[in-house]
């Protein structure tokens, strides 16, 4: 059993694969973390019972607490703040009842351990994981304040084979007053006492996702998100090592990601005495929750793990479970299919006919789904008019999607559309007719980004109103994809909800998602805000892909690929090949390098195909063919980072099948000085006797060797030359048991 009682030490253990989790409860029921370790160590925590401090709240190596809160603590940081109206203990003689009381103790009360009845493996899943013999149980820890008639669950899920506990938090009021809720968050996570360094993901727009590694500092490191989306400059993940301890292939690294897509934090806090832990939620700016008496609120989930075999096993792990536990799973096949994306071709100059000659060209290089951008509804020839209007505009589509959608489905793709639904522009008729529903504070300025203002999601008329305008769509069209945008920071945060606008909003778009998915079962969704400014284990539960950067620059790309893959499965990265001449830098690279470099998560075709010429039809063709028969690892396969591009500019992936007998190899060389050797990589994870076949896009063999050679001595490194000198080039190989 993964979750197991001990009435003796009233204590819980937690076992996954490789790692076990204690908690306590002491004697006066403070609920303590005892500890977590990698099952390679070969101990478990116990008990605290030997120590002498473990109860003496003042000290910083005092009890640590599972979730602890403003009132049981007062030197570190809390999970929990509440506030209630008045007094319940018995006041001393004269004291007055006047001031609201600030303090929640906790102790234990109950305990539940549920297994689950179904693995909650998503229906759709028919490649199911590699053992679907997972059995999930989930802790539930019942706690009470000590004198008031508030309520705390602590659940803790387990996924053993996946070595994933998945917590999340749920508060009661039963009392007869309003509490006031200042802080709160998902979880915290204590990890063994030490010092650590934190490796994360930084970035901004057309730089997300930037591989970062800091050390955990004494006092608070923070990563947080004050907006409505995930964010593009820090990402509600982690992974977190002992100083000098962990490298890609070796070491314990704990790691974590928040299941929520809007105003976060994961607060790191080192104490004097070393107890170094997390505590991840909702951000504590501008955060306030009221809850009514009777009322529940139960927090999104906070997902944490320990790999014992570095970073590259906690990415592995991470990837794994959101692979077959997050992903809302296939609708048609057991694979991504190849996307065509107008934006960059046409801007927002589309039309009927331009567009059908886009998917004619689309379809006889091999693409299978169609997606046409921004510009094809309302008064939306720019980026100053249209959102909101989602009607499609007469003027470029006279009839209607209808004889560009037949055309597509006729070609044996499937349509997609882009859209903004959280956003308006002033000029639009929607903002025409209910200039009330966007955010603002009234008598103060409203600032627009990209000439675009939000929708007050914290109105359930305004969410209603969305869902139906893209229920409509969905319904008079054979849509199967939406690219779900999201354009603008948030400022200005006035709300009919009041503070609740942060949670409302993300509540109001996962809701949105969650009523178009039910309804239509065939639709996919592509999660895109400015690039990869909403990408977490919460959007991903409701979206198939997500679009990483509008940078779709192959050097720049090989850094912002890295930085995701830290975190999230390759399979929902999705990449596009675009022009030679790239727009967002204006560097001109070789088409080699540009599949290379789409070919590692979901690849797309952002180019004005159109125009090519016959031989470079055939290439594309050939290019994408090649994918097709590699895709099936690439999406669902383990990743070996075998080289970090922040580490000496060579990004090398080896993404390799369950059963090991498939791998593909894809290398990019950014920068190579003269009198460099180009490096080779020894590749992991594959049966040493077994030999194997590698090959190139041409099916061209160039090595036939047992798995052991190439565990031993890797693959030739001569990388395709882009034309750049040394600089730049890339291959991928396709590596296959004989
Ligand atoms: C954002 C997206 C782009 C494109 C444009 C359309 O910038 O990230 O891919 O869809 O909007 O306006």
């Not at 976060?264 to 008496?293: C, M």
């Not at 000029?427 to 603002?440: E, G, T």
């Not at 009041?498 to 178009?516: A, P, S």
């Not at 160039?702 to 034309?723: E, I, K, N, T, Y």
Request: hydrophobic share 35%; glycine share 8%; net charge negative.
């Amino acid at each position: 059993m993964s979750i197991a009682f001990s009435a003796e030490t009233s204590s819980f253990t937690l076992r996954v694969r490789s790692s076990v989790y204690v908690i306590e409860a002491r004697a006066d029921g403070r609920l303590v973390h005892v500890g977590s370790a990698p099952a390679s160590g070969g101990w478990t925590p116990t008990s605290l019972s030997q120590y002498p401090d473990a109860d003496y709240i003042w000290e910083p190596g005092g009890p640590r607490y599972e979730l602890p809160t403003f009132g049981d603590v007062a030197h570190s940081d809390v999970a929990l703040k509440a506030s209630f109206p008045g007094a319940t203990g018995d006041l001393a003689p004269g004291e007055a009842n006047h001031v609201p009381v600030r303090d929640l103790r906790l102790r234990y009360v109950s305990h539940e351990i549920r297994t689950d009845a179904a693995p909650a493996l998503s229906a759709k899943h028919q490649q199911l994981p590699r053992e679907s013999s997972t059995q999930r149980q989930t802790l539930v820890i019942h706690l009470r304040d000590i004198g008031y008639d508030f309520h705390v669950r602590l659940f803790y899920r387990v996924t053993p084979e996946y070595d994933v506990i998945e917590r999340w938090t749920e508060i009661e009021n039963r009392t007869n007053g309003e509490v006031k809720i200042e802080s709160l968050a998902f979880g915290a996570v204590h990890f063994p006492i030490g010092d650590y360094d934190l490796t994360h993901a930084a970035g901004s727009w057309a730089r997300e996702f930037i591989p970062t590694t800091r050390p955990i500092a004494q006092g608070v490191t923070m990563l947080a998100q004050q907006g409505l989306n995930t964010g593009h400059s820090v990402n509600p993940f982690y992974l977190v090592h002992e100083r000098g301890q962990a490298t890609e292939h070796a070491g314990n690294v704990y790691f974590g990601a928040l299941a929520y897509s809007g105003n976060w934090s994961l607060r790191f806090e080192q104490l004097p005495t070393r107890a170094t832990h997390v505590i991840g939620g909702y951000e504590q700016t501008d955060f306030e929750l009221i809850l009514a008496p009777g009322a529940t609120h139960t927090t999104p989930a906070f997902v944490h793990g320990v790999a014992d075999d570095g970073l590259g096993g906690a990415s592995r792990r991470l990837h794994a479970f959101a692979r077959d536990y997050i992903l809302p799973g296939f609708t048609d096949d057991q694979l991504r299919p190849v996307l065509y994306n107008s934006w960059e071709a046409t801007y927002f100059d589309v039309s009927a006919d331009g567009q059908i000659k886009l998917a004619r060209a689309a379809a006889e290089i091999g693409v299978e789904l169609f997606c046409m951008d921004d510009g094809w509804f309302g008064a939306r020839r720019n980026d100053r008019a249209g959102l909101g209007d989602w009607v499609v505009s007469p003027d470029q589509f006279p009839q209607g999607l209808k004889p560009l959608i037949d055309e597509v489905l006729r070609l044996g793709m499937r349509f997609g559309l882009w859209v903004e639904p959280e956003m308006v522009n002033p000029d639009s008729d929607l903002y025409r007719a209910h200039p009330d529903w966007i955010l603002h504070f009234p008598g103060r300025p409203r600032t627009e980004r990209r000439n675009q203002m939000i929708l007050d999601f914290g109105r359930a008329d305004v969410v209603d109103f969305i869902y139906r305008a893209l229920d409509t769509l969905v319904r008079e069209n054979d849509i199967t994809f939406f690219k779900w945008d999201m354009n603008r920071y948030s400022t200005e945060p006035g709300s009919s909800a009041g503070v609740g606008i942060w949670r409302k909003h993300v509540e109001g778009v996962y809701d949105i998602m969650d009523r178009l998915r039910t309804a239509h079962p065939r639709l996919d969704i592509q999660s895109c805000s400015g690039g990869g400014g909403r990408i977490d284990l919460g959007i991903l539960q409701r979206c198939d892909q997500a679009w990483t950067s509008d940078n779709t620059d192959a050097i720049d790309r090989v850094w912002i690929e890295d930085g995701y893959s830290l975190a999230y499965p390759l399979r929902a990265m999705e990449c596009w090949v675009t022009h030679e001449h790239n727009h967002q830098t204006n560097r001109r690279l070789s088409l080699d390098l540009r599949f290379d470099v789409a070919m590692r998560g979901t690849l797309g075709i952002g180019t004005n195909i159109d125009r090519l010429t016959d031989d470079e039809k055939a290439s594309y063709s050939r290019k994408i063919s090649f994918y097709k028969r590699i895709r099936s690892v690439v999406q669902n396969g383990d990743l070996h980072r075998l080289a970090n591009v922040r580490d000496g500019n060579v990004s090398v992936w080896q993404v390799v099948s369950a059963d090991r007998r498939q791998c593909v190899y894809s290398a990019v060389v950014v920068d190579q000085r003269q009198g460099q050797h180009t490096p080779m990589y020894r590749l992991r994870s594959l049966l040493p006797d077994t030999v194997y076949r590698v090959t190139d896009e041409h099916n061209k063999e160039l090595l036939r060797v047992p798995g052991g050679q190439l565990m031993s001595l890797g693959v030739p490194g001569d990388a395709r030359s882009a034309g750049l000198g040394r600089s730049m080039r890339s291959r991928t190989l396709w590596i296959e048991a004989v």
